[in-house]
């Protein structure tokens, strides 16, 4: 088994912006965690939804100025997005909105999946959690934790006669 034969889970986001124009902040930032070897990028489609709930993609390499810094990634096509997944994105998004919906592989996660598979481990389940359905209930078990912890939230614990 050979390095290329090896990947880290493949994800995909659909961020959207409130206004019909992006800046170059995370277009910068992703570029970044390319730079660093954090994700591969697959795909980057910008889709737009007009405020009369039309559906569009803006092309990359037109370089438009409401792109910010995702005109950079025009060379970022593998072929997996669709006009389909455009439509299906944009059902996401609110009207009179851009979104940049992006497929990228987590190669941080490279080494750590061959070394399992080295070891004879093999991925058999994975699966995305919404982060703030994680952060929710992080909050909520601390909430629990705390509420158990607050005088008089104790249960009376029996007195039983001792020495006698």
Same mark, same amino acid.
């Given at each position: 088994?050979?390095?290329?034969? @090896?990947? #880290?889970?493949?994800?995909?986001?659909?961020?959207?912006?409130?206004? &019909?124009? $992006?800046? !170059?902040? %995370?277009?910068? *930032?992703?570029?970044?965690?390319?730079?660093?070897?954090?994700?591969?990028?697959?795909?980057?489609?910008?889709?737009?939804?007009? @405020?009369? #709930?039309?559906?569009?993609a803006?092309?990359?390499?037109?370089?438009? &100025?409401? $792109?910010? !810094?995702? %005109?950079?990634? *025009?060379?970022?096509?593998?072929?997996?997005?669709?006009?389909?997944?455009?439509?299906?994105?944009?059902?996401?998004?609110?009207?009179?909105?851009?979104?940049?919906?992006?497929?990228?592989?987590?190669?941080?996660?490279?080494?750590?999946?061959?070394? %399992?598979m080295a *070891?004879?481990?093999?991925?058999?389940?994975?699966?995305?959690?919404?982060?703030?359905?994680?952060?929710?209930?992080?909050?909520?078990?601390?909430?629990?934790?705390?509420?158990?912890?607050?005088?008089?939230?104790?249960?009376?614990?029996?007195?039983?006669?001792?020495?006698?």
């Amino acid at each position: 088994m050979s390095r290329a034969d @090896v990947h #880290g889970p493949i994800d995909f986001l659909l961020i959207e912006f409130e206004e &019909d124009r $992006l800046t !170059g902040e %995370a277009a910068q *930032a992703l570029l970044d965690l390319v730079d660093k070897g954090i994700v591969n990028l697959y795909d980057v489609m910008i889709v737009g939804k007009t @405020v009369e #709930g039309v559906a569009y993609a803006i092309d990359l390499a037109d370089g438009v &100025d409401q $792109l910010g !810094g995702f %005109a950079d990634m *025009a060379w970022v096509r593998s072929g997996l997005l669709t006009e389909d997944d455009m439509r299906q994105a944009a059902d996401a998004m609110q009207p009179g909105t851009l979104s940049a919906l992006i497929v990228y592989e987590n190669t941080w996660a490279v080494p750590f999946v061959a070394a %399992a598979m080295a *070891a004879g481990g093999e991925v058999i389940a994975g699966a995305r959690i919404p982060a703030q359905d994680v952060m929710t209930a992080l909050d909520a078990l601390e909430a629990d934790a705390q509420e158990a912890e607050a005088p008089g939230s104790r249960q009376p614990v029996a007195a039983t006669r001792s020495g006698g």
